[in-house]
């Protein structure tokens, strides 16, 4: 399997430190000086979800900051939860100066509440993504993203399957 982790098992599984990628997100914020930073994240059942979590919180301690439950909010992976989550991080006092969106489509959806609230990105508030997909180029102003490593985990994941038809019991 590429980027999927069943039953927290690593066999046959090949997938990125989804707590890396956080922490990336979070150095690059907090180097412009935003610590006020909400994050939108996936469905907290998905690992990749709870990991990112994992690393968004570890990024806040590191750097001093205490974690405030009212600026996290979930969505689905798609463009309205990110919305409908931006909605829900708007209401919080003081306003963050920042989002990290735990993909890019929600992301985008997080931009477009923004919009609606009468905000502008990133004068306002800014915004990064995670995945670095074909929309984050097509957005205006284009978004701020990480790169999924995903010929990376396509090539080791090849490598792995031709090791296991080479010999079945190699880990």
Not at 57 to 74: C, G, K, M, R, Y
Not at 80 to 103: R, W
Request: glycine letters at 6%; a negative charge; proline letters at 6%.
């Amino acid at each position: 399997f590429a980027h999927r982790q069943f039953a927290k098992a690593y066999r046959n599984s090949v997938r990125p430190d989804e707590r890396v990628g956080p922490k990336l997100v979070m150095d690059h914020l907090l180097s412009l000086g935003h610590r006020r930073i909400a994050y939108i994240n996936g469905p907290p059942h998905i690992f990749a979800s709870a990991e990112r979590l994992q690393g968004y919180q570890e990024a806040l301690a590191h750097a001093n900051i205490d974690f405030d439950p009212t600026l996290v909010a979930s969505g689905d992976w798609q463009v309205d939860s990110g919305y409908a989550a931006m909605k829900e991080i708007l209401q919080a006092q003081p306003l963050p100066t920042a989002v990290f969106a735990a993909n890019d489509f929600m992301a985008l959806g997080a931009i477009y509440a923004i919009h609606d609230h009468g905000l502008r990105v990133p004068d306002d508030i800014a915004i990064v993504g995670y995945d670095d997909r074909e929309v984050a180029s097509l957005v205006r102003p284009s978004l701020t993203t990480v790169t999924m490593p995903c010929a990376e985990m396509g090539r080791a994941s090849a490598d792995m399957l031709l090791r296991l038809i080479d010999d079945p019991q190699a880990e």
